[in-house]
Every structure is written in C-alpha cells, then in structure tokens.
C-alpha cells in the first residue's frame, strides 16, 4: 500500500515502543471498505512486529474518532449477500483481529464515536473519552444493526439492558454516561485523549508481555467458559509464566527493589517519534 498510488486512510507512527494508528479519512473519519483494507495491514504489523509494545487507536481532527460506516457505499449493499461478501466478513475480521491481539491497546476518542467508530473503540482494552464526546450506536436509524460486533461487545462491557438501550433507542450518550455504564474506562480532558493515551501506552510498554499477553486472553474468555475450565485454563498459562524470564526478573527486581526490565526493546533507528504511512 503507496500513499503515492492511492490515499492514505488509516496513518501509522511510533512513539517510543507504543504504535500509534490515526484513523484519517475525513472530515468526520466514516469506515470505508478501503480504509478497513489498510486498518488489517497495520493491526496485523502492530501484532508481529515485537518491538511494538502497546498500540492506540486515535482520529484524525476534532470532530470524530470514527462517525460509522461510509453511507455512500451503502447502494452497492442492498443485494442479498453483498453486505457480507463486500464490506462486512472482512470488517468483523480486522476488529477481531484487534480485538484478539496479545498487546494491550488503548482507544483514544477526541471525537464522537458511533456506530462502526465505536465498534471499532469496543475492540481495545482501554477506552478513554474526552468529556465533550458523544458515543452512539445509531444504525437501527437506518434499518440495520450493529453488525461488527456492537451488540455483543456493549454487552461484554456494560449489560444486556445497556446493550438494548443504545442500540434499541440508537440516541447518543455523553462521554460521563458512558464512562458509568462502564462502556468507557476513563473520561479526559478536552484535547488531552492522544496524549493520556500515550502515557497509558509508555506504561504499558514497561509491563510484562507474556504476562499481559496471558492474562488478557483470560480475561476475554471469561464469559465463555465454566469456572472449572477456566481454572484449567488459568493453571496451564501460570506454569508457563512462573518459569518465565519475566518471573526470574521481576522477582530479582522485587527482592534487590528496583524496577523491573521486562524485555525493553529499541526505539525506532531515527529516533523516539518517528512516522510513516502506508
């Protein structure tokens, strides 16, 4: 992909170990099928390349993060099976992707966030809102749904009840609503979303990956299976991590009390901000 051949969508740069992807298809950043096209090239860099310790998702300007699907494509749509075949089956692929990648990832919303945009955000760990942002599921206005994961990661978040109402009444919440709902783990300042981000990434990076990587897997799982096969499933991770290089680091960092060193990697060759496009 050649920012020189066609439009860069989706723009990637580092900070330090912390990936940073720019969601840029204005003015109000609509998912379009090209743009999902470059999202699933970088989440899948962001997931092989090691020196990528955590990842944040942010939009270009002030006005969304992601205001939904592109409406203009929707008349190359309305043919049974085109939906899925054109758009859909790939989109629910990259968000899964996301979703499942072992590195911790932080949504940073410094604009409204519906529809797609904020099935997108569902996919991270960590959402954060600056305190002027709406969040909405709006597509029932359109005679459709939230069909890349909406209706079962606002449950996984929130509740089932919750889950009903945004996509039932398709009426926007406020930045403070969604943050009690638990849909959103932190409200912000106004113009601060990239920049809390990034703090939350630089700490992220420092943390154990092997270990974040397992307990988040756990973590996602918990839903979906008993307790008895979580403790399995917990016990088999924890053999794997006790006699791991981080344990026999952060235990000789605990007992000599110092900070931990779990792996740290280099910093980009040119230096500790570096941007590229793809």
């Excluded at 797609?116 to 959402?127: N, R, T």
């Excluded at 359109?142 to 990661?153: A, E, H, K, N, W």
């Excluded at 006699?243 to 960092?253: H, I, K, L, V, W």
Aim: aromatic share 6%; net charge negative.
């Amino acid at each position: 992909m050649s920012a020189s051949n066609e439009e860069t969508l989706v723009r990637f740069h580092m900070v330090g170990p912390t990936a940073v992807l720019t969601l840029a298809n204005g003015p109000v950043n609509v998912m379009s099928i090209p743009m999902a096209q470059q999202l699933e090239i970088l989440v899948d860099r962001c997931a092989q390349d090691d020196r990528i310790r955590a990842v944040v998702v942010t939009g270009d300007g002030k006005r969304a993060f992601c205001a939904g699907s592109d409406i203009q494509e929707f008349p190359q749509l309305q043919e049974p099976g085109t939906a899925v075949e054109k758009k859909l089956r790939r989109q629910n692929s990259v968000f899964a992707a996301l979703s499942e990648m072992p590195k911790p990832t932080v949504a940073a919303l410094q604009g409204l966030a519906y529809g797609g945009g904020l099935e997108l955000a569902l996919c991270c760990d960590l959402i954060l809102a600056e305190e002027q942002i709406t969040l909405a599921l709006p597509e029932t206005n359109l005679g459709v749904f939230p069909s890349s994961g909406g209706t079962y990661r606002t449950v996984r978040r929130t509740s089932a009840a919750r889950a009903k109402e945004l996509i039932f009444l398709a009426e926007p919440i406020s930045a403070s609503t969604a943050a009690d709902w638990g849909l959103v783990n932190r409200v912000v300042a106004e113009g601060s979303a990239l920049e809390e981000a990034l703090a939350l990434g630089k700490r992220l990076a420092t943390r154990p990956p092997q270990a974040i990587a397992f307990a988040k897997q756990l973590i996602d799982e918990a839903s979906a299976h008993s307790d008895r096969d979580m403790i399995e499933r917990s016990l088999e991770a924890s053999d794997i991590a006790f006699s791991s290089d981080e344990c026999f680091e952060g235990t000789r960092a605990f007992q000599a009390h110092r900070q931990p060193q779990f792996h740290r990697t280099e910093h980009c060759e040119t230096g500790e901000d570096k941007e590229e496009t793809e």
